[in-house]
């Protein structure tokens, strides 16, 4: 137990460290970045309630106006053109449709993977893990032509899956799970094969259970990834009945005459929002799953 010096006063608990001028700055510093990070989001979300004559006047109205003014011109017309005339509401579903789908696949390929990458020997397993990792640097448009020919020859081109099957495979995904499965005690499988369990019989009831905030993480990445991805939709998908979110937003902003800015718009805040409110669900497992499956 610490004893109190004379003359100096015992510091209380919980009490805040004073800031020097430096650290202030920092501070402020770092507030300015933040806001200036915001803004755009800010924009989305105000400009989504707003006619469409009302969107493109600067500065917003919240900042013209006084509050309770601003939000009295708020209006879901927006909202309503947007699901009514451009099928918004059905875009949505496909998007969360093939979202989990892809993420469903994505922990079931890549957990087998990593599952046999970090227990099982066979030949050729660090030069093939070691071709995954080199795959990580390769951008996704490089793949696009070689996925659509095997695509085009197994007939599914313009088929919702066709569209999931490619979120199958990541090698980020090998990668974070193989790390995290490494740091898992091996008693527990050896208990496990001494009861006569197999390697899926040990998957299912001991390395998945024991993985949850890395599948959590995997399944954020790749929530983020599959939800936003218009590139590979654009060019698998024809039928507007199978259109995700990002490209029905591109089939709105093609229109050469009258465009739905307001539809647009709200669209815009509906896909941007439902990957942040998962992030903020999930955020607890997903910094736990990275920091667990990359550090050594």
Not at 54 to 62: G, T
Not at 80 to 99: D, E, I
Request: aromatic share 14%.
């Amino acid at each position: 137990m610490a004893v109190p010096v004379a003359g100096k006063r015992p510091r209380r608990p919980g009490r805040l460290k004073r800031l020097s001028p430096l650290g202030l700055l920092g501070v402020a510093l770092l507030s300015l970045a933040g806001l200036l990070y915001l803004y755009p989001l800010f924009w989305l979300l105000d400009a989504s309630f707003r006619r469409a004559v009302d969107i493109f006047q600067f500065p917003p109205a919240l900042f013209r106006e006084p509050l309770l003014t601003a939000l009295r011109g708020y209006t879901l017309e927006s909202f309503r053109h947007a699901f009514g005339h451009w099928h918004v509401g059905w875009a949505f579903g496909v998007s969360v449709l093939t979202t989990l789908a892809g993420i469903a696949l994505t922990l079931l390929v890549c957990s087998l993977a990593a599952y046999a990458f970090a227990f099982l020997e066979f030949p050729g397993r660090r030069a093939l893990f070691a071709a995954i990792l080199a795959s990580m640097m390769l951008p996704m448009t490089t793949m696009i032509t070689p996925f659509y020919r095997v695509l085009r020859s197994l007939g599914l081109t313009n088929n919702l899956l066709g569209l999931i099957i490619p979120y199958a495979a990541s090698a980020f995904g090998v990668f974070l799970l193989r790390q995290y499965f490494i740091k898992i005690p091996r008693s527990f499988m050896e208990a496990a094969k001494v009861e006569g369990a197999g390697h899926l019989r040990i998957w299912w009831s001991i390395i998945l259970p024991l993985s949850r905030p890395a599948l959590a993480a995997l399944a954020i990445v790749q929530f983020r990834a599959i939800w936003n991805d218009f590139l590979y939709p654009m060019i698998i998908l024809r039928s507007e009945s199978l259109f995700t979110l990002p490209v029905r937003i591109q089939v709105m902003d093609s229109q050469n005459f009258n465009k739905p800015y307001d539809a647009i718009i709200s669209a815009g805040f509906i896909t941007a929002l439902v990957p942040m409110i998962a992030f903020l669900v999930f955020q607890r497992q997903f910094i736990e799953g990275l920091a667990g499956g990359i550090k050594e």
